[in-house]
């Protein structure tokens, strides 16, 4: 038996070795997480370096139509000269329309140009992944930042990283407009008839004109052609989708199109809120795969707080520059058709050219809190600050987007509030459904059928549901036109049920 003063002193030799063990203890966990923060670092690190890459590869392409343009023309140009005498006397107008071809380049090449000055980069493009490819971290290049093209022929494209912006997002319409001199180094072989503007507006920075101490290249030494990197021709490719989508968008030619696809949609919201004028705040809606912001722009012109979301660089760099950049209506001259032979009525046909804007989207009328936000949208709106958020969520030619379908429209269900309405319409090309060297692609590729019956589980019901025909960035005088039958929705998420 011991004594209690026999147990204090037993209690006291053993209280160093404790406080060493205690001790030993802290500093391990505090080891374990330096290391794991640590691990983080470099990890956020590794992601910034592969979006500088990324973007950086993007510009480039935009930097390389003029060139992949021209190489294109010039095996136009062989081919004709392979004619014998007597052929070429029965086009003798082909030589002046190669001359013309070359001009409809040097003018889109200038409007790309102008496009890329008022550009700044939201992040350091000087980054590189250097002391990083070795790491055994789990982000790999090649897995996370694929280059996607939408809807085949109609090429819309998207950069599949899992970067996100959603804090960098900014209102187009919560500032005075403010000019902003956009000179840089002139385009070395551009049109001469091309207007040079050289003042632009800018709403409040733009909205992609991010604030980052660390984005040392907003000299625009990036447009530095020294610095300019070759890229495959398919990323050249995505320049001139980008191109096409201007017209569907923002060019008077586009209107057809936009009244297939955007029109039911407006009227559909408009006839789901009819008193959102006499409310003191106005109803909220988002837009995934907002594209060039010409929806998202319309939506907010009703009267709601819009928001759209884009994931695309191609698409995002454009946005910014005819929502924040434009000073007049149909200010700027582009060629779009220019990049085919096929399919052609008539070489005017072939070469016309399409003005844009075809409205001055600071003067369309948009409502206070119109904003665009660049980031992946199940990362970006994922966040537990955005659920129940949103009184309309508005997809178009968008769902089919996704690696998981599911997880879509479970984000989609979540963000919106109990009674919100999620309109839908777009085709189901899924985008990652013939993708080829990627074992570890994921596609979950639903039918119409199943996708409703998703959508049930996570507590929509639909309220209509018709088929609409309509086309996708399609040359409307082409002897080719690929229609779409689109399945367009109105579902409603049901409230939840208090006991």
């Not at 802290?26 to 997480?33: C, F, K, L």
């Not at 407009?177 to 733009?206: F, H, I, M, V, W």
């Not at 995002?316 to 929502?323: D, N, P, R």
């Not at 220019?338 to 005017?348: A, E, G, K, V, Y």
């Amino acid at each position: 038996m011991i004594s209690s003063s026999e147990m204090t002193e037993t209690t006291t030799a053993q209280a160093p070795e404790t406080v060493t063990a205690v001790a030993t203890e802290t500093e391990m966990s505090r080891e374990r997480d330096g290391e794991e923060e640590e691990k983080i670092r470099r990890q956020k690190k590794l992601e910034e370096a592969l979006e500088a890459k990324s973007l950086r590869r993007i510009i480039s392409a935009y930097l390389n139509y003029p060139e992949a343009a021209e190489e294109d023309l010039k095996k136009w140009e062989r081919s004709y000269r392979k004619l014998s005498p007597a052929h070429k006397a029965l086009v003798p107008h082909y030589a002046l329309k190669f001359q013309r071809l070359r001009r409809c380049i040097s003018t889109n090449s200038y409007f790309i140009f102008n496009m890329l000055q008022a550009f700044e980069p939201p992040i350091d493009l000087s980054q590189d992944l250097d002391g990083y490819e070795d790491s055994n971290l789990d982000c790999a290049p090649h897995e996370k930042y694929v280059l996607d093209e939408r809807h085949d022929s109609s090429c819309q494209p998207a950069l599949t990283n899992n970067s996100t912006h959603e804090e960098e997002s900014k209102s187009l319409h919560d500032s005075e407009l403010q000019k902003k001199d956009t000179n840089g180094p002139s385009p070395n072989n551009y049109s001469e008839d091309a207007r040079n503007n050289d003042d632009r507006y800018d709403c409040d920075g733009g909205h992609l004109n991010h604030d980052h101490a660390n984005a040392s290249l907003s000299s625009h030494d990036w447009l530095d052609p020294s610095l300019q990197t070759h890229v495959p021709l398919v990323d050249v490719d995505k320049v001139r989708c980008i191109i096409r989508n201007i017209v569907r968008d923002w060019a008077a030619e586009g209107q057809r199109e936009r009244d297939q696809c955007y029109k039911p949609i407006l009227e559909e919201l408009d006839s789901l809120f009819p008193d959102r004028q006499k409310q003191s705040t106005p109803p909220s809606c988002l837009v995934p795969g907002a594209g060039l912001g010409r929806l998202a722009l319309e939506i907010s012109c009703l009267g709601f707080i819009s928001q759209g979301n884009e994931f695309s660089y191609y698409m995002m760099i454009c946005s910014s520059f005819i929502l924040n950049y434009a000073q007049v209506p149909n200010e700027w001259t582009i060629y779009p058709w220019i990049h085919s032979n096929c399919n052609s009525l008539s070489d005017n046909d072939q070469l016309r050219p399409v003005s844009i804007p075809d409205i001055h989207p600071a003067s369309a009328g948009i409502t206070e809190g119109f904003s665009m936000c660049g980031g992946d949208f199940v990362e970006v709106y994922n966040e537990s600050c955005q659920a129940g958020m949103w009184d309309a969520v508005v997809t178009c030619f968008f769902i089919d987007t996704a690696h998981n379908i599911i997880e879509y429209i479970e984000t989609i269900s979540k963000i919106l509030k109990d009674g919100g309405v999620w309109i839908n319409l777009g085709p189901l090309l899924y985008h990652f459904a013939d993708t080829y060297g990627h074992d570890n692609e994921m596609s979950i590729e639903l039918s119409l059928e199943d996708v409703k019956r998703v959508a049930s589980q996570y507590g929509f019901e639909i309220e209509k549901e018709r088929t609409i025909e309509t086309t996708y960035t399609t040359n409307p005088r082409s002897m080719m036109q690929n229609r779409y039958y689109t399945a367009f929705w109105t579902m409603r998420k049901k409230c939840a049920i208090t006991t």
